[in-house]
């Protein structure tokens, strides 16, 4: 049975290790950004079959995973290694959430519930069907509905007062953006874009996906003060050009020592990617950040704590 099973599980073990020496390029082709979006799923294969070829003594297909393990586990392993920051004593602190609804029946109850349960300041719908965008109240509760005249299906909740409203489109942003500044209890104004990009599926797609997230650093670079940048990306953080991001736009991630919080599919639960993210400036930082509900699309929501360092 041991010498039957031996070639199906070199077979495997070689078809990961070739996904993830893909995975592991830097490169911003299409090919490569796709596998590298499942680098996570990738590994675990590895170590699973890893496992396997070891049982069965079948060598080659152990040396195979031990070298994908050694390819993507040191990425993959960094978002949980990283030290969650403390908020400094005193510090101002701003709650920022976003769901994209992918033009699902927006059930506004539900999304203003979560968000006073999770004491939210700002709140973002993403994919918001043209009948509910046009038929939302200027305020529930506590929140004032703001709907952007540009951006064709985003409308966003706030607590915080809007002291600014930036043109997102003096850039090569998504059609699908916002950008406004608000100002704390403090004083401290804060930048906020929240915007989708489109769907990486083709070398085109990609392509335009591609200057999409580079127009979030020409923007970036042009804000005074904290600045925050939040959405559906549509890449992941092994992504040669989400690197690029952080790197020219001088931003952090949220999501660096909170661990792999898949947003997408829904479906997939802990096995899904991680598409969504909140970037921001070195004078914030990330003090709280989960999932949380898909309010009925396959997009978990994203919510974030920063404070003013």
């Given at each position: 049975m041991r010498l039957l099973l031996r070639p199906f599980v070199f077979t495997a073990a070689a078809v990961v290790g070739v996904l993830g020496f893909i995975a592991w390029l830097p490169s911003s082709w299409w090919l490569v950004e796709l596998t590298a979006s499942?680098?996570?799923?990738?590994?675990?294969?590895?170590?699973?079959?890893?496992?396997?070829?070891?049982?069965?003594?079948?060598?080659?297909?152990?040396?195979?995973?031990?070298?994908?393990?050694?390819?993507?586990?040191?990425?993959?392993?960094?978002?949980?290694?990283?030290?969650?920051?403390?908020?400094?004593?005193?510090?101002?602190?701003?709650?920022?959430?976003?769901?994209?609804?992918?033009?699902?029946?927006?059930?506004?109850?539900?999304?203003?519930?979560?968000?006073?349960?999770?004491?939210?300041?700002?709140?973002?719908?993403?994919?918001?069907?043209?009948?509910?965008?046009?038929?939302?109240?200027?305020?529930?509760?506590?929140?004032?509905?703001?709907?952007?005249?540009?951006?064709?299906?985003?409308?966003?909740?706030?607590?915080?007062?809007?002291?600014?409203?930036?043109?997102?489109?003096?850039?090569?942003?998504?059609?699908s953006s916002i950008s406004v500044a608000v100002e704390l209890d403090d004083g401290t104004r804060v930048s906020l874009l929240g915007l989708h990009t489109q769907s990486p599926m083709t070398p085109n797609r990609t392509s335009g996906r591609n200057v999409q997230l580079r127009a979030i650093g020409e923007w970036a670079n042009d804000r005074d003060g904290p600045h925050v940048a939040f959405g559906d990306f549509n890449t992941t953080p092994w992504s040669h050009e989400f690197e690029r991001v952080l790197r020219d736009a001088d931003l952090d991630s949220s999501l660096d020592g909170f661990g792999l919080q898949p947003s997408w599919p829904a479906r997939l639960g802990p096995f899904g990617i991680t598409i969504d993210h909140l970037l921001h400036s070195s004078d914030l930082v990330t003090v709280g950040r989960a999932t949380g509900p898909t309010f009925g699309s396959e997009h978990r929501s994203l919510w974030v704590t920063l404070a003013v360092r």
């Open positions: 499942w680098r996570v799923q990738i590994l675990l294969g590895a170590l699973a079959l890893g496992a396997i070829a070891l049982a069965l003594r079948g060598w080659i297909a152990v040396s195979i995973a031990v070298a994908t393990v050694v390819l993507c586990g040191p990425s993959v392993a960094s978002a949980f290694l990283r030290a969650t920051p403390d908020a400094p004593d005193g510090a101002s602190t701003l709650r920022v959430g976003h769901v994209n609804l992918q033009k699902q029946p927006l059930p506004l109850d539900d999304i203003v519930k979560e968000a006073r349960a999770r004491r939210t300041d700002v709140f973002v719908l993403m994919s918001v069907r043209a009948e509910d965008r046009e038929n939302l109240p200027a305020r529930v509760g506590e929140y004032a509905i703001f709907v952007p005249p540009l951006a064709r299906d985003f409308a966003m909740l706030t607590r915080e007062r809007i002291v600014a409203i930036i043109d997102p489109y003096v850039y090569a942003l998504p059609g």
